[in-house]
């Protein structure tokens, strides 16, 4: 997807992404800040901001490994693409589910840019603007802004307060040394700032299951979809942190040399009403620090016009200090009780990594790659009780952990693929890739659940065809495919002593997922007249039972042939634009629809499924040719749904859940200079 799509089908954050491409998943576990990306059933089935997912995120080619260190970075996007299946035989980090590439505007020698301003529901306004600027004949520099700052849309039932507002503000700086006719080098400096106020989820079970009226401590369950129940539980956000990169690129008669260095720091302050009730019954406070280092040097190179090679190798280095909190004194019928798990996570990564592509026939390519990983994993904390409930003595340790676990791991693929007339391509690939084990940070009672989590493994096979025809106006894409899992990381829900209900992390041993996509594109094969489709299918199971997670029992047992998360069974979107010429000027009318079938977010539990996600879009756009200047004015979910789109079962096994974002109107402004 283009900069240009991407503006105008109002995409503003990395996980918005996922409704307009097949197979692909993205949903908020919390308060707003840390996105679960899913490829195919494949991603990050975790809340707590300390694990990574089975989906590479890049960001201008670093990769980063915590949802927080991509929070405000869409801005001035050139274009994003989503690689499906195991990756990193060409760049990066080894993935299972695959990798979304995200891709800014780099700077030209051209000064130039374009200012534009937003003005949307719930009094939001957004201001952005990317200037270019070359400094001498070899130096040339690119700055982006984005602010974006608005009321909330949820409202308390009681006090009357605004939650899930936007004060969000994101710049990147780009600067390209172009040292001489071969060699050049970027340097990128970015930072974020977020200091909203993070959403509720409604609890539709609280005062039911307590004993309480209804509207006492939480909301009904007919209650209308922005009223949220709060009181007076600290909820706030304060986030901040960016990064520098260096990229250096030197080219040689025989191929291309790069390398690039990263390092990008974050820093996390937030309050979560995560039990979506007015008593502490499981609120959240994240506090955090995060540190991210990683190189990636490699040389792509063509053989006698007939072997394309790329070889390279990765390392990486990251770091979490952290203290998290559960707020839990209505359980306990105390004023304060707070279990907090106080850590440090630290994670070392390196990979060598082969890539080659042989022209066996005019027609016919071998496709062979090659990646040995080497990762290491250590973990130091732990939870205390810190006023005494649970263990009798305040500050007692309810669970400890001090540990490192490393692991060694070649994975490769082989494939096919065979050009049938130019344009037009069918192939099939065998791959595997691994997910490195990890830990779960959250505020757990029992050891069990802080105990660390196996490495995840997976087979995937596929075949599918690629083509672009009548000189790219149609462009049509399918595929078939199976994966076979070896200890899936997955989120239970578990049963912890003290009588307390928590979401943990552990592993299904044998898990499959099948299914198919197709996309297409069709550009002006009726005049003026640009049309874009998708459509996924998904059958993810586990294929062993689980019944506890290192002897702490499920609150609901895992079958065989359950569902796994994260797996919408269907899935499509479907995009119109049409222009219309009046006189000097340009018209453009967009209709968008979204669909996502319900899926589950967590094992064991009843309370954890979405409903059916969907979401029609409207935008009219009016420009004069010159695309001087344009004016836009679009509605997000036009018909208003209020579907569940994340939900779960509560430390007082009650029902809270994440509401789908209202209908929002709003006009653009954008002006090229």
Same mark, same amino acid.
């Given at each position: 997807? @283009?900069g240009k799509?991407?503006?105008?089908l109002?995409?503003?954050s990395?996980?918005?992404i996922a409704a307009?491409?097949?197979g692909v998943?993205?949903?908020?576990?919390t308060s707003g800040? @840390?996105?679960?990306f899913?490829?195919?059933?494949?991603?990050?089935?975790?809340?707590?901001?300390t694990?990574m997912?089975?989906?590479?995120?890049?960001?201008?080619g670093?990769?980063a490994?915590?949802?927080a260190l991509?929070?405000? $970075?869409m801005l001035?996007?050139?274009?994003?693409v989503?690689?499906k299946?195991p990756?990193g035989f060409?760049?990066?980090?080894?993935?299972t589910?695959?990798?979304v590439?995200?891709s800014?505007?780099k700077p030209s020698?051209?000064f130039g840019g374009y200012l534009d301003?937003g003005?949307? @529901?719930y009094?939001t306004s957004?201001g952005?603007?990317?200037v270019n600027?070359?400094?001498t004949d070899?130096?040339?520099n690119r700055t982006?802004f984005s602010?974006?700052k608005?009321?909330?849309?949820?409202?308390?039932?009681n006090t009357n307060?605004?939650?899930g507002?936007?004060d969000?503000?994101?710049?990147r700086?780009?600067?390209k040394?172009?040292?001489d006719d071969?060699?050049s080098a970027?340097l990128?400096?970015?930072?974020?700032?977020?200091?909203?106020?993070?959403m509720?989820?409604?609890?539709?079970?609280?005062?039911a299951v307590?004993g309480?009226?209804?509207g006492?401590?939480g909301?009904s @369950?007919?209650?209308?979809?922005?009223?949220?129940?709060?009181?007076?539980?600290?909820v706030g956000?304060?986030e901040?942190g960016?990064?520098?990169?260096?990229?250096?690129e030197?080219?040689f008669?025989f191929g291309v040399?790069?390398?690039?260095?990263a390092?990008?720091?974050y820093r996390r302050?937030?309050?979560?009403n995560?039990?979506?009730e007015s008593?502490?019954?499981?609120?959240?406070?994240?506090n955090?620090t995060? #540190?991210a280092?990683?190189?990636?040097m490699?040389?792509?190179?063509?053989?006698?016009?007939i072997?394309?090679?790329?070889?390279?190798?990765?390392e990486s280095?990251?770091?979490?200090?952290?203290d998290?909190?559960s707020s839990?004194?209505f359980?306990?019928?105390m004023?304060?009780?707070?279990?907090?798990?106080?850590?440090?996570?630290?994670n070392?990564?390196t990979g060598?990594?082969?890539n080659?592509?042989?022209?066996?026939?005019?027609?016919?390519?071998?496709?062979?790659?090659g990646r040995?990983?080497?990762?290491?994993?250590?973990f130091?904390?732990?939870t205390?009780?810190m006023?005494?409930?649970v263990?009798g003595t305040?500050?007692?340790?309810?669970?400890? #952990?001090?540990?490192?676990h490393?692991?060694?791991?070649f994975?490769?693929?082989?494939g096919?693929r065979y050009?049938?007339v130019p344009g037009t391509? #069918?192939?099939?690939?065998?791959s595997n890739g691994f997910?490195a084990g990890?830990?779960?940070?959250?505020?757990?009672s029992a050891?069990?659940?802080l105990d660390?989590?196996r490495p995840?493994n997976l087979i995937?096979?596929?075949v599918?065809?690629k083509s672009s025809l009548?000189k790219?106006?149609l462009?049509?894409?399918?595929?078939?495919f199976d994966?076979e899992?070896?200890?899936? $990381?997955?989120l239970f829900?578990?049963e912890m002593?003290g009588?307390?209900?928590?979401?943990s992390?552990?592993t299904?041993?044998?898990a499959?997922?099948r299914?198919?996509?197709?996309s297409?594109?069709i550009?002006?094969?009726i005049?003026?007249?640009?049309?874009r489709?998708s459509?996924?299918y998904l059958d993810?199971?586990?294929?062993?039972?689980v019944?506890?997670i290192?002897?702490?029992?499920?609150?609901s047992?895992v079958n065989?042939?359950?569902?796994l998360?994260?797996?919408?069974r269907?899935?499509?979107?479907?995009?119109?634009r049409?222009?219309?010429?009046?006189?000097?000027y340009?018209v453009?009318?967009?209709?968008?629809y979204?669909w996502?079938?319900?899926?589950?977010v967590a094992?064991?539990?009843?309370?954890g499924q979405t409903n059916?996600i969907?979401?029609?879009?409207l935008?009219?756009e009016?420009?004069?040719?010159t695309?001087?200047?344009s004016?836009?004015v679009y509605?997000?979910?036009m018909?208003d749904?209020?579907g569940?789109?994340y939900?779960f079962?509560?430390s007082?096994n009650?029902?809270?859940q994440?509401l789908?974002?209202p209908r929002?109107v709003?006009?653009?402004?954008?002006y090229?200079?």
């Open positions: 997807m @283009s799509e991407l503006r105008e109002h995409v503003e990395p996980k918005e307009y491409t097949p998943t993205a949903v908020n576990a800040s @840390s996105p679960i899913s490829i195919r059933g494949v991603g990050l089935d975790d809340y707590v901001g694990n997912g089975g989906i590479g995120i890049y960001l201008d670093v990769f490994p915590y949802a991509y929070n405000g $970075q001035d996007i050139e274009n994003v989503v690689a299946g990756q060409d760049m990066g980090r080894s993935t589910g695959g990798s590439n995200i800014s505007v020698d051209k301003w003005y949307s @529901s009094n957004t952005k603007f990317a600027v070359p400094i070899k130096i040339s982006a602010y974006t608005g009321d909330g849309w949820q409202h308390d039932l307060k605004r939650y507002a936007q969000i503000l994101a710049i700086n780009l600067t040394f172009q040292i071969k060699t970027l990128n400096i970015h930072y974020t700032r977020d200091r909203g106020t993070p509720s989820p409604q609890n539709t079970q609280a005062d307590n309480f009226p209804v006492t401590i909301v @369950s007919d209650a209308y979809y922005n009223r949220v129940n709060v009181g007076q539980n600290r956000r304060n901040n960016g990064g520098a990169s260096l990229s250096f030197r080219i008669d040399f790069t390398s690039q260095t390092i990008d720091l302050n937030i309050y979560d995560y039990d979506g008593v502490q019954v499981s609120d959240y406070h994240w955090d995060y #540190l280092q990683s190189h990636d490699h040389l792509r190179t063509n053989i006698a016009k072997f394309h090679l790329t070889v390279g190798i990765y280095y990251d770091k979490i200090d952290g998290y909190t839990r004194g359980l306990f019928d004023p304060e009780e707070n279990m907090t798990n106080h850590f440090s996570q630290q070392l990564s060598v990594y082969v080659t592509v042989t022209n066996i026939t005019h027609n016919l390519d071998f496709i062979a790659s040995f990983s080497y990762d290491e994993r250590g130091h904390g732990g205390r009780d006023n005494g409930a263990t305040p500050g007692g340790t309810l669970s400890y #952990l001090n540990t490192s490393n692991y060694e791991r994975t490769g693929r082989v096919l050009t049938v391509y #069918l192939y099939g690939t065998i997910k990890t830990y779960f940070a959250a505020p757990v050891s069990q659940a660390y989590v995840e995937a096979y596929e599918g065809v009548f790219n106006k462009m049509l894409e399918g595929s078939l994966y899992y070896h200890n899936r $990381q997955t829900v578990a002593p009588n307390i209900t928590s979401l992390l552990g299904i041993s044998r499959r997922t299914g198919g996509e197709v297409s594109t550009h002006d094969v005049p003026n007249l640009d049309l489709g459509f996924a993810a199971q586990a294929t062993s039972a019944n506890n290192g002897g702490l029992p499920l609150l047992n065989a042939h359950s569902a998360p994260f797996a919408p269907f899935s499509w979107s479907a995009v119109a049409y222009g219309v010429d009046i006189s000097r340009r453009t009318l967009q209709a968008s979204t996502k079938d319900n899926m589950l094992l064991g539990d009843p309370n059916k969907g979401s029609m879009g935008r009219m009016f420009a004069p040719k695309s001087k200047w004016a836009a509605v997000d979910n018909l749904k209020h569940n789109v939900s079962t509560g007082d009650s029902r809270a994440y789908q974002t929002w709003g006009v653009d402004l954008h090229n200079f």
